[in-house]
């Protein structure tokens, strides 16, 4: 599945065009790195949380997923969402 996952993610971040995610709840896992993929993000902040809760389920996430989120919130956010499972 990581690998399936990995090569949409791939797709829409090479894709020609500027891509634009729509996100109208919850976006936990593999969901908060599918929008993180998007070029730009639409949310309201109250309606739905993003999280990647790999480290309570002691899930080990590959380099290019680790790699993407930091390029897309920063190096102190991604310490945070990837270490400390926040929100």
């Known amino acids: ?3 399936d996952l990995t ?3 791939y797709r829409i971040l090479v894709f020609p065009v500027p891509t634009i995610a729509c996100i109208n ?3 936990f896992g593999g ?3 599918f ?3 998007f070029d730009y993000r639409v ?3 109250r309606k739905g949380w993003m ?6 389920l002691g899930v080990f996430l590959p380099d290019f997923l680790i790699g993407l989120l930091m390029k897309k919130v920063g ?3 991604s310490r945070d969402v990837l270490l400390q499972g926040k929100r």
Not at 51 to 56: E, F, L, N, Q, T
């Open 43 to 45: 949310m309201y902040e």
């Open 35 to 37: 929008c993180m993929s």
């Open 51 to 56: 999280c990647v809760p790999a480290v309570a």
């Open 7 to 9: 090569k949409l993610l």
């Open 25 to 27: 709840g919850h976006a």
């Open 31 to 33: 969901g908060m790195m």
């Open 1 to 3: 599945m990581m690998s």
């Open 75 to 77: 190096h102190t956010t």
